[in-house]
């Protein structure tokens, strides 16, 4: 899926996997280089499957942009708050890349995993005139 759709669609596609309603708002004019599309791939898969199984949540929201150089996603549910941020895999994908993770959970929620990795974009694709 995410070799043939991009980041972009594999996203879509993993939130619609969820027993969540998830509000997905991506802007991405261009995909990332391949390693990098797999790890915020599988942070967003992640945490929305933590999201379902533990914070009793009703509804859950991906963004994700890329901004000076930097690709942001963020997965946040409305659910009861108190997300172990240690508890988690995608810290230890995201450092092979500088990349960052925070985990906004306070008691109560909502919980908001933010992740940034530093990285270019591959040119959009232009038709030959």
């Not at 930097?70 to 941020?85: E, Q, S």
């Amino acid at each position: 899926m995410l070799a043939d759709r991009g980041l972009a669609g594999a996203v879509e596609a993993a939130a619609l996997h969820v027993p969540l309603t998830v509000d997905v708002d991506i802007d991405l004019p261009a995909r990332p280089e391949a390693p990098v599309e797999s790890a915020a791939y599988f942070a967003a898969a992640e945490a929305l499957t933590n999201a379902a199984k533990h914070s009793d949540a009703h509804r859950a929201w991906v963004r994700l942009r890329h901004s000076g150089g930097v690709l942001r996603l963020v997965v946040g549910d409305d659910g009861r708050g108190g997300a172990d941020p240690c508890g988690t895999g995608i810290r230890r994908r995201l450092s092979a890349f500088d990349g960052t993770l925070e985990v906004r959970s306070p008691a109560g929620g909502p919980t908001e995993f933010i992740v940034e990795i530093p990285c270019a974009l591959s040119s959009q694709k232009i038709s030959p005139s």
